[in-house]
């Protein structure tokens, strides 16, 4: 042992750290069989088989690791961390660029799954690395961009690393640790389900280095970045929006088993392919930020039978442009006339999809529309006798408290898709003291593929509701988290066996009845 991992283990001995001396003989053990120096490999790696084959038997029938938890985050300069890429192909490398005030760090990789409930297993597992502390971050003025520009800690493999989601936790020896997330997407999803990781909403809300899409360094509207870099770590525990946004699903999905793909809405604007055959694809609980070629891809597989869901709101709202090698997320917002593209390329303009200078509501392809912020309201069920609910005992007017929230979708007479569509549930809520509601709904196109859109953003936090994890979930009950479960499981399940028009019942469509005149 180097005189480094010594060190880092007298400092998991001292009192009061969170790694224990067994802990970390254990972490030192497995990380002996990588390599050394900044070239990483991967250990612990699948025997054999298709890398690819992420919900297999044998990837499924694995045993999880409940260790994969932050125990203590310290201070933001502790530990932190970001990769220059936010999705690889099974095999790729990527780079990983680290800063800690400690000695010595370590880097282990977490797939996330069900696991029989422990929801990761420990993939790989880095040697003790030597810790610095990176030069400042520096701001691109024009657009108030802030990029670390740190040198690269690590090259990092992931030969041996199935497709799925993963969570790279960094250990300092101080005991504090952050998150990197990171996606080990799929070449194909001919025959899957698909699910959609957001990191171009990530890094839309990350304010790391002072500026966010929302706000800049003074905490003003007017002085937020209008391009936001993926060259510096996320805020906050690293991984904030996959763990409360995201997570949920993909353990939910793997635990039923039904076969599974993983991209990013970056990668699909790259390269649709991956689209091509998909069975279903599924965005999850905050996807806010799309290119026009990400929702010009998701309009045509729809169109050529795959089931598409839409599990949180304000889905597909914000028109983003990708630059620098697609590490830089584009949008003006409300000064679209500064954007360079403005006014002769109006349909790349970055601002909402809905406004000039080329509108197109999203609710053509979501079958809803985005409404308000902020809101709290119960969700009510509308059509209990709907595919979507069996088996969760709903009767028409049953209700769940806090399920609608903090922003929320409703189907809007004028801006539907050119498809009928059943509204299931209906909830009034009141929105900046407007009252109105949102809507859960369901549609079908001539390819047969359905189309589910929740109408709140906190559908997918409902999965952990009463379960302890992710906090009190904005007090949501037990009650409340079985029956998004159940309904979950219905759509996932129905949608993972083909075009859905074709194995469930057609939408009624209400509309008119629930709305009155359209």
């Given at each position: 042992m180097d005189e480094n991992a010594e060190r880092l283990e007298d400092e998991a001995d001292s009192p009061g750290t969170a790694l224990s001396r067994r802990r970390f003989l254990g972490a030192v053990t497995v990380a002996g069989a990588c390599a050394a120096g900044t070239a990483l490999s991967g250990c612990d790696a699948p025997a054999g088989g298709d890398p690819g084959a992420s919900t297999g038997p044998s990837e499924r029938s694995r045993q999880g690791d409940p260790d994969w938890r932050l125990r203590a985050t310290g201070r933001p300069e502790d530990v932190v961390g970001y990769t220059d890429k936010s999705s690889v192909l099974p095999g790729e490398g990527f780079g990983l660029y680290v800063s800690t005030t400690s000695p010595v760090f370590r880097v282990s990789a977490y797939r996330v799954g069900w696991y029989g409930g422990a929801q990761a297993r420990l993939v790989w597992r880095s040697e003790t690395m030597d810790g610095r502390v990176q030069a400042a971050s520096h701001l691109i003025s024009a657009t108030r961009t802030v990029r670390a520009g740190w040198e690269r800690t690590a090259e990092v493999s992931t030969d041996g690393w199935p497709e799925g989601a993963y969570l790279l936790r960094l250990d300092a020896s101080s005991g504090h640790q952050r998150y990197v997330p990171l996606i080990v997407r799929s070449a194909t999803a001919r025959g899957r389900t698909l699910l959609i990781h957001a990191p171009a909403t990530w890094q839309a809300y990350n304010l790391w280095g002072g500026?966010?899409?929302?706000?800049?360094?003074?905490?003003?509207?007017?002085?937020?970045?209008?391009?936001?870099?993926?060259?510096?770590?996320?805020?906050?525990?690293?991984?904030e929006k996959f763990l409360v946004y995201e997570r949920a699903v993909v353990v939910l999905a793997e635990r039923l088993g039904i076969p599974l793909a993983y991209t990013t809405g970056v990668d699909i604007h790259r390269d649709p392919a991956v689209l091509r055959g998909a069975?279903?694809?599924?965005?999850?609980?905050?996807?806010?930020?799309?290119?026009?070629?990400?929702?010009?891809?998701?309009?045509?597989?729809?169109?050529?039978?795959?089931?598409?869901?839409?599990?949180?709101?304000?889905?597909?709202?914000?028109?983003?442009?990708?630059?620098?090698?697609?590490?830089?997320?584009?949008?003006?917002?409300t000064d679209y006339r500064h954007d360079p593209l403005y006014p002769r390329h109006g349909?790349?303009?970055?601002?909402?999809?809905?406004?000039a200078p080329d509108p197109d509501p999203e609710s053509s392809l979501?079958?809803?529309?985005?409404?308000?912020?902020?809101?709290?309201?119960?969700?009510?069920?509308?059509?209990?006798?709907?595919?979507?609910?069996?088996?969760?005992?709903v009767k028409r007017g049953d209700s769940f408290t806090h399920l609608v929230g903090v922003e929320y979708d409703r189907v809007t007479p004028g801006s539907l898709p050119d498809a009928p569509i059943e509204i299931v549930a209906h909830s009034p809520l009141v929105c900046n003291g407007r009252r109105s509601h949102s809507d859960s709904a369901y549609y079908t196109m001539p390819s047969g593929a359905g189309v589910f859109a929740s109408g709140t953003m906190r559908w997918v936090e409902g999965l952990m509701a009463g379960t302890g994890e992710n906090g009190r979930n904005h007090g949501m009950d037990a009650r409340t988290g079985a029956f998004v479960t159940r309904t979950t499981e219905n759509l996932l399940r129905a949608f993972a066996e083909g075009p859905a028009a074709r194995t469930r019942p057609a939408p009624r469509d209400n509309v008119r009845e629930v709305y009155g005149s359209t």
């Open positions: 500026y966010s899409l929302y706000e800049g360094d003074d905490g003003s509207y007017g002085m937020r970045a209008l391009a936001v870099s993926f060259a510096r770590p996320y805020d906050s525990d690293g991984a069975v279903s694809a599924v965005t999850l609980g905050h996807d806010e930020y799309w290119t026009p070629q990400q929702r010009q891809s998701m309009t045509r597989a729809r169109d050529a039978g795959t089931n598409l869901a839409f599990l949180g709101a304000n889905t597909c709202f914000r028109r983003i442009r990708l630059e620098d090698g697609d590490r830089t997320v584009v949008c003006y917002k349909a790349l303009v970055t601002t909402d999809f809905r406004q979501t079958g809803v529309l985005y409404e308000g912020y902020p809101v709290n309201a119960p969700y009510v069920v509308h059509n209990a006798d709907h595919w979507l609910f069996a088996g969760t005992g």
